[in-house]
């Protein structure tokens, strides 16, 4: 369900009718409606200290100090909200963080993230190819570089010894600068070169 929806059913199941969510016709009308509240908390939803306090005090009374009412609901529901497709769904769907980091969930769930590591990936073919277009001289040897790809034994990856987007330098797509490397080996190497 969206973000709204997810509000509106936790409004729902507090008791907490739409004619308190519209706000139009309730003595509240100059406030911004309770979602919003719920949403955006007290500052940015511009609802009056006092009236915001009131209202939390009545309806979220465990909720921590300071801490904005949708992730107080998000938390007792044990869902999360993905700010990709709007989303709020179960914690499941929502991969662990690495160690150390303040949140212990990823902010997006694991269909978006999905997406975006695919592009991820696409970026980084486009950048590979890219590189090895700009970092071949007018001189290489197509031929020899083609062979060197085509031999190239299961399980290897043909390896540049100077990376080709190296931090420090860059090497040259030719055959001297092209070994076989077993590929997990390789995918751990990376773009690392120390200059001696
Ligand atoms: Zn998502």
Same mark, same amino acid.
């Given at each position: 369900m969206d973000k709204l929806d997810f509000v509106k059913l936790m /409004? &729902? $199941?507090l008791?907490?009718?739409?004619?308190v969510i519209a706000y139009k016709n309730s003595p509240y009308e100059r406030v911004i409606s309770m979602v919003n509240m719920i949403? /955006?908390?007290?500052?940015?939803s511009k609802v009056h200290p006092k009236l915001f306090g009131e209202l939390t005090e009545k !309806?979220?009374?465990?909720k921590p100090h300071g801490q904005l009412i949708f992730t107080y609901l998000q &938390?007792?529901?044990?869902? /999360?909200?993905? !700010?990709?497709?709007n989303q709020v769904l179960p914690k499941e769907n929502f991969a662990m963080n690495a160690g150390g980091k303040s949140r212990d969930r990823q902010s997006c769930c694991r269909g978006c993230r999905g997406g975006i590591n695919k592009l991820f990936d696409l970026v980084a073919v486009n950048k590979r190819r890219a590189a090895k277009l700009e970092r071949t001289p007018p001189w290489a040897d197509h031929d020899a570089i083609k062979k060197i790809y085509e031999n190239c034994p299961p399980g290897y990856h043909v390896d540049h010894i100077v990376p080709l987007q190296g931090t420090?330098? $860059?090497g040259l797509h030719i055959p001297k600068n092209l070994q076989y490397l077993?590929?997990?080996e390789n995918l751990r190497k990376s773009n690392k070169f120390e200059v001696g």
């Open positions: /409004l &729902n $199941s008791g907490i009718g739409e004619e949403m /955006l908390g007290q500052r940015k !309806y979220f009374p465990e &938390n007792i529901t044990d869902h /999360l909200w993905c !700010y990709k497709c420090h330098v $860059s077993p590929a997990t």
